[in-house]
Structure formats: structure tokens, C-alpha cells
């Protein structure tokens, strides 16, 4: 992970922070958050107060005033400064990827010879050229060629990737450094629209919309503040009835402590650090609607290579069946792979130069590309004089073949599935009704991931690895990963009808993948993580990417969304809970203060009604920042069943936040007393 991404809390984020602080005070911003919008109104209204009391014919109460506008106003500033914390690390964030984004030059390839021009300037469907050493310009696919790239810039991640045109690792993203070789790339997004500034606008946080959750709870803290305004508001004109004089300055008073403040004003604060949190991960959450839904995954569908293995399926191994010689095999394999751009592909041409077996390309002259499909799993040539040459999934070329009245050798079965049972994928190679042999495909399952399903096994999340391999294959990496469960030999439709099967049994359902074909499934789940590793069309389908291209990073990712649920609840209990205990400290003084024969009211024991209204004020305001490392860290998650939990939240803060405030209240009241 780079030192950008994680920016630690230093002085300037949090300078920074103060002096946004203020300029939240904006009421065009601050009215986004109805409880503290009130809590300004009234500042406002108890400064009004303080500088004409003539006017308010509140003269003999300036001082107590002042005070009461004091507290109010840090309660606002507490508040803002949470949420500018919160968006702090993000906005530092910003500015260093900002940084990377510096213009640069561009070998724009026009005509078939190259034009510098700026990187501003390239367009959707441009093509560069860019060699070793250069910043590839934009977002685009390799078109043409192989290197390796530093995508440190984005991913953090020192140890260069390698891109190649084809496949699943076509991808490249602009800001990325190629460090040997030369590719052509095919820009693919427009200024404004690349990878960078999408990640840019997200961890800055300026599209940031209020998840389902988090409107739903404001819905109900708004709720709650319009009706402590009508009660307080009615309390005046009842109390005048009753010849009860109550002040204003101590109804707002009254009304700030009422209303939800603690958890009001720390909201937001809580959603934005549950998506830094994530970053931290190298993890790019499109929304906090989906690192929610994380939180509540039951269902997890990986895409097995590329997700759970490298995906840099290698030819390794020619293997001839029905007694055919292996220089026969390997000459149709290699036919069938002239033009087939895939890593496979091109692998099986590497593996014939490796073995030193000669083919004579010339017959493909002229012939018709058949390209790699996953509904087809197959790829070849039709040769001119008329006949086809395949490579493919075994039971896809069977299928082939057998269509054109051929028939299928007695070995080949018993070569392939020894393939499939190492954990390899065998393409059967064939041409015209004759099946001539096997190719070998080796692809290494990622490490750790054994550990990782266990863990998301205790979380109570069932796996399922779902690929377009063959059955035994999948059995094999199924088993070596760990899994739960498999379903092999699906097309794309098989993985978002398997994505909805789960949906409609009321499950939630996460999606890794990497490939074009995983895209649509990627889009249909409630989680889609793409690896950053993967094709343009899966990153853009996901609602997540891995820059990492580590799967089983869900596990993170769904800790965080189960923390920033319990992390919300927890803290509108407490400050819930608060409110309750603050109310047995200000009543009494309100109506000790009208009628000083009430002084039986005073439980708590409080100095005097003033400084008993002051210690429950200050309490209200400073509850706030004490509570914002909790609201910016979240509360612990350990994996235990989810009315275990709630139970605890409960007892926790439901039961601590009636009591801190008595003890709170007290202390401040016992300081405030010399002076009140
Ligand atoms: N270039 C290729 N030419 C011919 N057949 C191929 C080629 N690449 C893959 N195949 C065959 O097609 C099958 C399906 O490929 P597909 O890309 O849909 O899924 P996959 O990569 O095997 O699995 P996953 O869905 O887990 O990524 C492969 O298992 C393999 O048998
Ligand atoms: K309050
Ligand atoms: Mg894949």
C-alpha cells in the first residue's frame, strides 16, 4: 500500500479541518443536516439576544447569554469538524492523485506515423503508442504488444504488472508508467472521465450521496427535532399560562440538549470514514450504498481464473491421443492459435518454439480468424481450401466434431481428465471431424486463499467459485481454494441466473470477477468487486474494484460495511439515551429557576439552575468530539450471530449512554458552580 493511501491523521488534515469547520457554518450547507441546522438557528437567535437585549427585554441576562451562544456555537463547529475529519484523508488523497495527473505528452499514432500531442487532447478510440520508460497518456486496451507497467501510482503497488493485447489483461490505466517493452493502446475514456478522476471525485467524496440507511435515519433524527421544537415551542405559552416566566436562551438551551445532536453530528462523519476505511484497503467503493450491502452479504460468486488463480494460463504441454504423434499435435495447435490473441493463445506459439517442434504457418494464409467466445469455447482458423481447425473446451470441440459425423478417440477422455484433476485446463485440438490431441493450460491458485474462505465461512458467507472451466477442473481449484461450493462450465447467463437464483431466495450477493464475460454478473449482484487486474467492461459493471486484485479483500470490505452499521446504530442508541438523562438535569432547573420552592426537583444535586443548564449544555457539546474517534475508527466487529450482537450494542450504549451524562453533568456542574 503507498504511502498516499495512507495518509495519517498529520496536522495538516487536521488544520485543514478546522478551518472547514467554519466554512460549514454556511446554513445553505448546514440545512443538508436538520438537526444541527436547528442547533444554528439557535445560536443565531441566542446571539440576537446577547448583542440587543434591549430590544428582547432581556437585559439583566447578558452574561449567562454570551455563554449560552458560546456553547452553542462550539456544538455547530464539533459537529462540522467531524464530518471536515472525516472527509480529510480523502481530500489529501485527492490532491496526490491529482498530482500523477500531471499533463503530459502523447505519441498519438495518425495515419501509421506518430504525432506528439497533449494527453488532454486524446479522444475515445485514439491510438498511442507508448515505450519503455514513457506514462501511458489515458485508459485504454492494449491493442498490440506486451510490457510491464508500474501502476504504482494508482494501486500503491510497487512490483510491475505485465499488460498484453487479448484477454483478460488488456486493460491499462492512465498515470501508469510502462517500465520495458512497447505497446499500442486504444484510449478509451474521454478527459474528465478516466480512471484517475473517478477515483479522484470518490475519495474526495464530492459526489457523495446519503446511503438508503442514512436517509432513513435522518429521516427519523429530523422527526425527532420537529417534534422537540413543538414541545419546547408550546412549553413557553403553557408555562406563561401557569404565570411560569420561562427564558428563551434557556428554552433553546432545553431544545439543543432534546434534540438528537450527538448522533446528528456525527452522521455523516460515520459514513465517510466507513468509506476511507475502505480505501485504506485499496479498495474503490463506487458508493456507501454498496459497502453497506457488504455488510449484509450472504452469498459470495467468484470467478475462478483471474479471481481465484492468476488467470495467466500457460500452454505447458502438448499431449497427443488416439495414437497420434506429437509434432502433429502441436502443428494444429498452433494453426488454430495464429491469430488467436489471448494469453492462451499466444502461450500454445511460446510452448512450440520452446519445444522446438516447426509448423508451417503458410497454410493459414488467407484463412478466416474464428475468435475466442465464451459462449463458443473455442478458437480457430477456417482454412481456405475448406477445412476448420479448433482449440477449445473438451466437451465444446466433442460437440464439434461429433456434428460433423467424426468420431471421438478412446484415450482422449482418460488424458484430459488428468489434466482437469491437477487443476489444469485441457483444450482438446481438433480439425474437421478428427480430434488429434490435448493442450495443457497451467494456472496457479493465488496464496492464502484457503485461510480467507475460512474466515468468510465464520461470518456466516457461503462461496461459490463459478467458471467456464470444465466440471473436474473446478472440482480440483475448488477444493485447493476452499470454496463452499462450485458451478463449472457456466456461460455468462449461467452466472447472473445463478446471481439471481440467490437474490430471489432473499439473499444478498457479492460477485468477484475479472473478465468481460463476468461484467454482466458483476452488475446484477449487490456487491461487484472487479480486480483492477481485469478488463475495462468488468471494472466498469462493478460497484467496487480491488487495486490489489485480491478476491478474498471482500472479507475486509464486509467487516468495514458490518462496522459502519453497528458504528451508526451504536451511536444513535447512545446519543438517544443521552438526550434522556440530559433531560432529568435541565427540567428541573428550568422550573426551579420559575418557582424557587421547587427546589426538590434538583436529584441530581446541581450547583444551581443556571449552571445545572450551562454542565448539561457543555456536556451536549463536547459529547461530540469525544466521540469522534469512535465514529471515525467504528466501533470493534468481532463474528458472532447478529442478536448476540445487538443485544451487547444495547447493554453497551443504550445503558451507557444514561449513565455518562449523569456522571458528565455532575463533574462539568461541580466547575461551572464557582462561577455560577
Ligand atoms: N483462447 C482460447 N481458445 C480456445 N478455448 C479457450 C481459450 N481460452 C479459454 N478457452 C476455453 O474456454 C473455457 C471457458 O473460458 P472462459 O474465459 O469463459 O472461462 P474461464 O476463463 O475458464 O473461467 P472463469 O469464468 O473462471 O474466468 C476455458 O475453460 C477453456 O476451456
Ligand atoms: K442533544
Ligand atoms: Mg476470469
Known sequence: MS????????????????????????????????????????????????????????????????????????????????????????????????????EINANKVVGGVIKIVPSTELRKGDIVSVSQGEMIPGDGEVIEGLASVDESAITGESAPVIKEAGGDFSSVTGGTRVVSDKITVRITSDPGESFIDRMISLVEGAKRQKTPNELALNTLLTSLTIIFLIVVVTLGPIAGYLNIELQIPVLIALLVCLIPTTIGGLLSAIGIAGMDRVTQFNVLAMSGKAVEAAGDINTMILDKTGTITYGNRMASEFVPVGGEALQTVGEWAAISSVRDETPEGRSVLELMKKQ??????????????????????????????????????????????????????????????????????????????????LIYLKDTVKPGMRDRFDQLRQMGIKTIMCTGDNPLTAATIAREAGV?????????????????????????????????????????????????????????????????????????????????????????????????????????????????????????????????????????????????????????????????????????YGLGGVIVPFIGIKLIDLVVHLWV
Open 3 to 102: 504511502a498516499n493511501r495512507k495518509t495519517m491523521l498529520s496536522s495538516a488534515i487536521i488544520s485543514r479541518a478546522v478551518k472547514d469547520s467554519f466554512i460549514k457554518l454556511n446554513p445553505v450547507s448546514m440545512m443538508k443536516n436538520p438537526v444541527m441546522f436547528v442547533v444554528e438557528v439557535g445560536t443565531v437567535v441566542v446571539l440576537m439576544m446577547t448583542l440587543f437585549p434591549g430590544y428582547f427585554q432581556t437585559q439583566d441576562q447578558i452574561g449567562f447569554n454570551l455563554t449560552v451562544f458560546f456553547i452553542l456555537l462550539f456544538t455547530v463547529l464539533f459537529a462540522n469538524f467531524a464530518e471536515a475529519l472525516a472527509e480529510g484523508r480523502g481530500k489529501a488523497q485527492a490532491d496526490s492523485l491529482k498530482n500523477s495527473k500531471k
Open 356 to 437: 522446438s517442434l516447426a509448423y508451417d504457418g503458410s497454410v493459414a494464409t488467407g484463412a478466416e480468424f474464428i475468435e475466442f467466445k465464451a459462449e463458443t469455447r473455442m478458437s480457430g482458423v477456417d482454412l481456405q481450401d475448406g477445412r476448420k481447425v479448433r482449440k477449445g473446451a473438451v466437451d465444446a470441440v466433442k460437440k464439434w466434431v461429433t456434428a460433423q459425423g467424426g468420431n471421438i478417440p478412446a484415450d482422449l477422455d482418460a488424458s484430459s481428465d488428468s489434466i482437469a484433476r491437477e487443476g489444469g485446463t485441457p483444450l482438446a485440438v481438433a480439425m474437421d471431424n478428427r480430434i488429434y490431441g
Open 484 to 652: 463452499d461450493d462450485f458451478v463449472a462450465e457456466s456461460k455468462p447467463e449461467d452466472k447472473i441466473a445463478l446471481i439471481r437464483r440467490e437474490q430471489a431466495e432473499g439473499k444478498l450477493v457479492a460477485m468477484t470477477g475479472d473478465g468481460t464475460n463476468d461484467a454482466p454478473a458483476l452488475a446484477q449482484a449487490d456487491v461487484g468487486l472487479a480486480m483492477n487486474s481485469g478488463t475495462i467492461a468488468a471494472k466498469e459493471a462493478a460497484n467496487m474494484v480491488d487495486l490489489d486484485s485480491d478476491p478474498s479483500k471482500i472479507i475486509e470490505v464486509v467487516s468495514i460495511g458490518k462496522q459502519l452499521l453497528m458504528t451508526r446504530g451504536a451511536l444513535t442508541t447512545f446519543s438517544i439515551a443521552n438526550d434522556i438523562a440530559k433531560y432529568f438535569a435541565i427540567i428541573p432547573a428550568m422550573f426551579i429557576l420559575a418557582i424557587p420552592e421547587m427546589s426538590a426537583l434538583n436529584v441530581m444535586g446541581l450547583g444551581s439552575p443556571l449552571s445545572a443548564i450551562l454542565s448539561a449544555l457543555i456536556f451536549n457539546a463536547i459529547i461530540i468530539p469525544l466521540l469522534i474517534p469512535l465514529a471515525m475508527k467504528g466501533v470493534a466487529y468481532k463474528p458472532m450471530s447478529a442478536s448476540k450482537l445487538l443485544g451487547r450494542n444495547i447493554v453497551i
